[in-house]
T-cell receptor
Framework: AQRVTQPEKLLSVFKGAPVELKCNYSYSGSPELFWYVQYSRQRLQLLLRHISRESIKGFTADLNKGETSFHLKKPFAQEEDSAMYYCALKGSGAGSYQLTFGKGTKLSVIP | DGGITQSPKYLFRKEGQNVTLSCEQNLNHDAMYWYRQDPGQGLRLIYYSQIVNDFQKGDIAEGYSVSREKKESFPLTVTSAQKNPTAFYLC????????????FGQGTRLTVV
């Protein structure tokens, strides 16, 4: 079975402060990990995927297989970052198309 | 205009009735998914399909049924056996393969009255 845990339902930070949204996963094989974002009244959309190792809108995420974590980070939060963030895992092998999401973290950036 | 379309946006159903939610994509994606989104619960997978005429149960399939007769369509039926059907339902699709992005519809809000 595959599982994604996001321990924080809500995270409030001041503008300009660093942000870290936590994500831990449980999966026996080699996982594909993603962060999705949902801005107010918009569709859920991909923010970044671990394989690309790129920075999107200033956000980065590193896969730590030892700690089974994929935390999302940004050094300086902006007001436009306020949104719901979901960590997602796609399995490999027989379950390769099962895409499992965490419960989400609502990020609120205080001006 | 390419994308994934869910209809209707709002749906009301009387208790005890079955109802079907539509999901259509013109992205030529092989994989399609149905999720249920409840406050504080995130997205929970109901069913997913990798190819036409094949689908697998997700984590909360009880009380739901799907079909995948065409590549572009993946309708979800909420049956009367679903005990708490009032929710926001999201459909998604993706290309087959590794690290592929899932594209989401706008969602359907189902209310049982």
């Amino acid at each position: 079975a595959q599982r994604v845990t996001q321990p924080e339902k809500l995270l409030s930070v001041f503008k300009g402060a660093p942000v870290e949204l936590k994500c831990n996963y449980s999966y026996s094989g080699s996982p594909e990990l993603f962060w999705y974002v949902q801005y107010s009244r918009q569709r859920l959309q991909l923010l970044l995927r671990h394989i690309s190792r790129e920075s999107i809108k200033g956000f980065t995420a590193d896969l730590n297989k030892g700690e089974t974590s994929f935390h999302l980070k940004k050094p300086f939060a902006q007001e436009e970052d306020s949104a719901m963030y979901y960590c997602a895992l796609k399995g490999s092998g027989a379950g390769s198309y099962q895409l499992t999401f965490g419960k989400g973290t609502k990020l609120s950036v205080i001006p | 205009d390419g994308g994934i379309t869910q209809s209707p946006k709002y749906l009301f159903r009387k208790e005890g009735q079955n109802v079907t939610l539509s999901c259509e994509q013109n992205l030529n994606h092989d994989a399609m998914y149905w999720y249920r989104q409840d406050p504080g619960q995130g997205l929970r997978l109901i069913y997913y399909s990798q190819i036409v005429n094949d689908f697998q149960k997700g984590d909360i399939a009880e009380g739901y049924s799907v079909s995948r007769e065409k590549k572009e369509s993946f309708p979800l039926t909420v049956t009367s056996a679903q005990k708490n059907p009032t929710a926001f339902y999201l459909c998604a699709s993706s290309i087959s393969g590794t690290y592929t992005e899932a594209f989401f519809g706008q969602g359907t809000r189902l209310t049982v009255v």
